[in-house]
């Protein structure tokens, strides 16, 4: 069980640092070829997309089975230094074989629970102090 995990965090990790570097192929390799990628606006992406700009950080909640993580996200935009609570997003990624097959990021906006909202960011912030991608 260890290893697996240990497996699924590295792909979620590479897929990361990818994303960071705007390696939009290095991100596309760690997918199924017939992988469900749900973005945050919530559309169906045909392939993957490398986001534009900004620096993604992220704190893993939780791995079930060894095969799917579940993962708070946020973004520092270009030119910034703060985390923007607006591109707070929630991940979900399933792993088989060493290949993503389900992705989606869904927006954490965390209506009338400020505390919910300020516990994101306060959580993620000390990866930007140490130049963590995920913690």
């Known amino acids: 069980m260890v290893g697996m995990s240990a497996e699924i965090t590295g792909v979620y990790k590479r897929l990361l640092d990818a994303w960071n570097g705007g390696d939009a192929e290095a991100a596309a390799a760690l997918f199924a070829d017939d992988a469900l990628v749900v973005g945050f606006d919530g559309g169906h992406i045909g392939g993957v997309e490398v986001p534009a700009g900004g620096t993604y950080v ?8 060894g095969r799917m993580v579940h993962a708070i996200v946020g973004v520092v935009p270009p030119g910034s230094y703060d985390l923007d609570p607006a591109l707070n997003a929630v991940h979900t990624v399933v792993v088989e074989d060493g290949k993503i097959v389900l992705f989606q990021s869904t927006p954490a ?3 009338a629970r400020p505390d919910l909202a300020a516990s ?4 993620l912030t000390p990866l930007l102090l140490t130049g963590d991608t995920l913690g």
Do not use: G, L, S, T
């Open 109 to 111: 906006k965390y209506m």
């Open 120 to 123: 994101h960011n306060a959580e």
């Open 58 to 65: 992220a704190k893993i909640r939780r791995v079930w089975d």
